[in-house]
């Protein structure tokens, strides 16, 4: 099974608490009226939600995929086997 190396890990979490930082850092320095900052807010929530959801989905496809590939290699071995359990030996 794969498994990511802690430097990894470390470079995922940073550069998204740096990424959300500073976008939220950036919305609120904006010269605008209260309420046009708390639309950027919110679509900066609503894309991070989406976007956590989205890569979710595709590693979950990507998994279930992986499975009925073992499946089907699984089939195909017990096919093979069968077959050459009735072939006349030589």
Same mark, same amino acid.
């Given at each position: ?10 470079? &995922? ?10 976008? %939220? %850092? ?11 900052? &708390? ?18 989905? %595709?590693?979950?496809?990507?998994? &279930? ?7 089907d ?18």
């Amino acid at each position: 099974m794969h498994s990511d190396s802690p430097a990894w890990t470390l470079y &995922a979490f940073t550069s998204f608490a740096c990424a959300a930082g500073l976008m %939220l %850092l950036g919305v609120m320095q904006l010269d605008v009226p209260l309420w046009t900052r &708390a639309y950027f807010l919110m679509g900066t929530f609503f894309l991070v939600g989406s976007s956590f959801t989205l890569a979710k989905t %595709l590693r979950d496809r990507h998994e &279930a995929q992986k499975l009925v590939n073992k499946i089907d290699e699984a089939k195909t071995e017990q096919l093979l086997k069968q077959w050459e359990l009735r072939q006349p030996t030589s």
